[in-house]
């Protein structure tokens, strides 16, 4: 996953594209079970205002019409019970969702966020290594050269009256081996670094991937 400048990337426009789709499928269902509800007490209004004009027009209504009118009441009655359950439960699941979709928007930003520190941490430890390099380079050229020099003037002279050449000389191995000993330790910085990242963007994927489910 690649970051940009500034703060931790933002959330990808297609995977919040299809949690609001998935809200708004949810939404639609809410408003279907909605409108069935209404529709079956209309319904169960009709059948009841229907029984009380048969009671008041006639007390001899017949008891299996009577009986009939009563099972479908409770038929009606049942349903809608029915409805209020999935309802609830659609409510219910709604709110899950709502709840791990925050929770994964906030973990994949965090995510994110430690990727961008991290990168501005590796690229300035590359800086220091380049750097260092650099010297280590310079170190060993200045070094070849009092080598040069060294042995020029042990063909002239010998090595009497050239103490502080070989004093320079001893001076610049010891100041190369530590340089080496501080690259190596950059090296190893850098290494741990590219892999920790390596890490997050792999916690970044799954993250990502586990919110599209």
Do not use: C, W, Y
């Not at 349903?79 to 906030?106: C, D, S």
């Amino acid at each position: 996953a690649g970051g940009g400048a500034g703060g931790g990337r933002a959330i990808p426009p297609k995977l919040l594209r299809h949690f609001e789709e998935q809200e708004r499928k949810k939404e639609d269902e809410l408003e279907k079970v909605r409108l069935k509800n209404i529709h079956l007490r209309n319904q169960l209004r009709k059948l009841e205002g229907q029984l009380r004009r048969k009671e008041e027009l006639s007390n001899e209504l017949h008891l299996i019409d009577f009986e009939q009118l009563k099972i479908e009441n409770q038929t009606l009655n049942e349903k809608i019970e029915e409805r209020n359950e999935e309802l609830l439960k659609l409510r219910k699941k709604t709110t899950t969702t709502v709840q791990v979709l925050t929770h994964l928007k906030e973990k994949l930003q965090f995510v994110q966020a430690e990727n961008q520190l991290l990168k501005v941490e590796l690229a300035e430890l590359e800086a220091e290594l380049s750097t260092h390099r650099d010297a280590l380079t310079k170190a060993k050229h200045d070094r070849d050269s009092l080598r040069s020099e060294n042995l020029r003037l042990r063909g002239e002279a010998g090595l009497i009256g050239n103490n502080d050449l070989l004093r320079d000389f001893d001076h610049r191995k010891k100041d190369i081996a530590a340089m080496q000993v501080t690259l190596e330790g950059l090296k190893m910085r850098h290494r741990a670094l590219k892999e920790h990242i390596q890490e997050l963007g792999t916690a970044e994927a799954d993250v990502s991937q586990s919110a599209a489910f």
